[in-house]
């Protein structure tokens, strides 16, 4: 039995290897190549022949499902390239730049420009992806007049993308925690809730989503800037260099003169683009026109395609409609803008793809079903549960780089046990551990997508983004363990809010006391 379970525990050495790796050569594709390799030898004990099909299979499985396209993974593929493409004709259009100069008129400080940055990606709340894509592609023109980093600007878009779309029920995760949800509340006899009214519930429960919201607006007016974070933004705001040379894109041609319509339009052509089509495939799907129910059914890969369509097209509208008498672009012009779009996207096209295939061979590997089982084993305290279960979740997502993977286990596992020990009454704050816990996890993995798209839509370096980012989620994640310990020995949501206003109210008043921010022009 003992050797049965030291066996077991050598799943989790491919996704330790790899985190390691990223954080010690920064080189992310490397890293999750041996980390594939290391998955894949673990998983056929070491034969070279197994491992070597076994990690092509694996990447064909991403490309190919049951004969089929698998447009799940395409589409998004195909979206980011499409994302590229558009990206360069608005610049190209000088729709950028017209939108800057527009902007500059009505956001006059820098922290107005991260303000506006971090305010858009609580907006945009509908899909964590859709918030990481398109929130920078606003804000980017504003924050990069304002010498913001783009480290800074990543970690904005990626604090505002996955928290704000887990405690919101009108949304693509929404639908998906209450169908986890409905059947543990029927077991733990709690009938009388419905899985909406269960999730409204959950939501102050969420602590470290909570926590990382409020952290960003205190590190927006404060510039609270520490370590990696205030080394990116000293060099962007004394030196002007917002992101790492070789990040930096071939020169394209601007029109002269052009209109803030020129990026506006696309993006807003975007926006409802996608939005008409998560209604449209939630609908064909469920055949319901319930909101909840159409968003527990839409299909955002299908949708992201029909938007970045229309994004594209109206971007090239505009570009024609500002070039078409301007000597200095042709049709030479025109090939570049499409070949320079998609060259932009090659990078992070190629890291996503590793990064999901490490996260299927984690999951062949089982990683995340002994993290789930050493909960389910372990003999402590009711009250305790909620804070172990979020240490857990953080640590599951971390190593498997999916918040989706750690609610898909951890929500039964968890849920099933306060079940046994019939505590009803933390049924809800131990799932909104694992909510949190998920989130946390996506925070710190250099090999989660939504992390991974964050970066690329805001220009930053990935490893550089998550490094960065990683010291606030601390702060985030320790405020939100301590309230989860006070709320599973009480029960009281509103003591454990409380206690979280404490522990922020004590982090400003030390901000004010022992932190010097870095000095700037802004009045």
């Known amino acids: 039995m003992d050797a049965v379970l030291n066996w077991t525990y050598i799943s989790l050495i491919p996704p330790l290897i790899t985190l390691i790796l990223v954080l010690l050569t920064r080189r992310v594709d490397l890293s999750l ?10 998983i056929t004990n070491g034969n070279i022949g197994e491992t070597l099909s076994k990690i092509w299979h694996t990447f064909i499985d991403l490309i190919i499902e049951d004969g089929w396209l698998n447009t799940w993974s395409a589409y998004i593929l195909i979206f980011l390239a499409l994302l590229g493409i558009m990206s360069a004709f608005m610049s190209m259009s000088g729709g950028a730049r017209a939108f800057t100069s527009y902007a500059m008129t009505k956001v006059k400080t820098r922290t107005g420009a991260l303000l506006l940055s971090g305010v858009l990606g609580i907006i945009i709340f509908i899909d964590d992806y859709f918030s990481a894509i398109i929130t920078p592609q606003v804000s980017k023109p504003l924050t990069d007049k304002y010498r913001v980093s783009r480290a800074k600007l990543a970690y904005l878009v990626d604090t505002t993308a996955s928290p704000i779309a887990v405690i919101m029920p009108v949304s693509s995760w929404g639908a998906t925690i209450m169908g986890l949800t409905a059947p543990l509340l029927v077991a733990a006899g709690l009938t009388h809730i419905t899985p909406f009214e269960s999730f409204l519930y959950i939501i102050p429960l969420n602590f470290y989503s909570l ?7 205190v590190v927006i007016f404060t510039n609270f800037d520490i370590f990696g974070m205030k080394k990116e933004e000293t060099r962007a705001i004394k030196d002007g260099i917002l992101y790492d040379n070789e990040l930096e894109e071939d020169e394209l041609p601007v029109a002269y003169h052009s209109s803030k319509n020129a990026l506006i339009v696309p993006l807003v052509g975007l926006v409802v683009g996608v939005l008409a089509g998560m209604i449209y495939t939630g609908i064909k799907e469920s055949g319901s026109l319930n909101p909840l129910i159409i968003l527990e059914n839409n299909s955002i890969t299908h949708a992201l395609i029909f938007g970045g369509i229309i994004g594209v097209v109206l971007a090239v509208m505009y570009y024609y409609r500002f070039t078409k008498q301007d000597d200095n672009f042709s049709s030479h012009e025109t090939w570049l803008g499409f070949k320079n779009g998609i060259e932009a996207m090659i990078g992070p096209i190629i890291v996503l793809i590793l990064a999901w295939m490490t996260g299927e061979l984690i999951g062949e590997l089982g990683t995340g079903e002994l993290l789930g089982e050493m909960v389910k084993n372990s003999n402590i305290e009711a ?6 279960v979020f240490i857990v979740a953080c640590i599951m997502a971390l190593t498997t780089g999916t918040s989706w993977g750690s609610f898909g286990i951890l929500v039964p596992i968890a849920g099933n046990i306060i079940i046994t020990l019939e505590a009803p009454e933390l049924l809800l704050v131990t799932i909104a551990a694992v909510l949190a816990g998920g989130v946390f996890g996506d925070h710190c993995s250099p090999i989660s997508d939504s992390t991974i798209l964050s970066s690329t ?3 930053s370096d990935h490893i550089v983004h998550v490094i960065t980012q990683i010291p606030y989620a601390m702060i985030a994640a320790t405020i939100s363990l301590v309230s989860f310990l006070v709320v599973g020995f009480t029960t009281s949501t509103a003591l454990g809010l409380l206690v979280m206003a404490g522990l922020f109210i004590i982090l400003i008043l030390l901000i004010k006391v022992l932190y010097r921010p870095i000095e700037t022009t802004e009045k």
């Open 33 to 42: 190549g041996i980390g594939i390799l290391t998955s894949a030898i673990v």
């Open 211 to 217: 926590s990382a919201l409020l952290l960003m607006f």
């Open 457 to 459: 839509g805001s220009g």
């Open 383 to 388: 009250a305790f549960l909620p804070a172990i």
